[in-house]
């Protein structure tokens, strides 16, 4: 059974940091792009980040552009998210995802992505 699990959320104020982390098991996922998406309350599943299986390729939502970095290590936990100068409105249920098949770039859209993890909750107080 292939799972995705996230860890690393909880509570930060306003400007401190967190870093998300997502393993993965029954499935290698060294070749695949891998992403970061959010859900706030009340709100959509909103994409963040995306890296392509050798992370030389990394695209970001405007809204956290140059605050986040995504990152990957095929060796160990497939993907990271780096979180820096939060704010209040980066609360969220943070979620990773990887794509489908293969070998393919990267992409804000969330139906290439078909596997997802349960999420985890970051909590930013202002």
């Known amino acids: 059974q292939v799972q995705l699990v996230e860890s690393g959320g909880g509570l930060v104020q306003a400007g401190g940091s967190v870093r998300l982390s997502c393993a993965a098991s029954?499935?290698?996922?060294?070749?695949?792009?891998m992403a970061w998406f959010r859900q706030a309350p009340g709100k959509g599943r909103e994409f963040v980040a995306a890296?392509?299986?050798?992370?030389?390729?990394?695209i970001y939502a405007d809204s956290v552009k140059g605050r986040f970095t995504i990152s990957r290590d095929n060796a160990k936990n497939p993907m990271y998210l780096q979180m820096n100068s939060l704010k209040p409105e980066d609360t969220a249920v943070y979620y990773c995802?990887?794509?489908?098949?293969?070998?393919?770039?990267?992409?804000?859209?969330?139906?290439?992505?078909?596997?997802w993890g349960l999420g985890t909750q970051v909590t930013v107080s202002s």
């Open positions: 890296i392509n299986w050798n992370g030389a390729t990394t």
């Open positions: 995802a990887a794509d489908r098949e293969p070998w393919r770039g990267v992409t804000e859209s969330g139906d290439q992505y078909e596997y």
């Open positions: 029954g499935h290698t996922f060294s070749t695949y792009t």
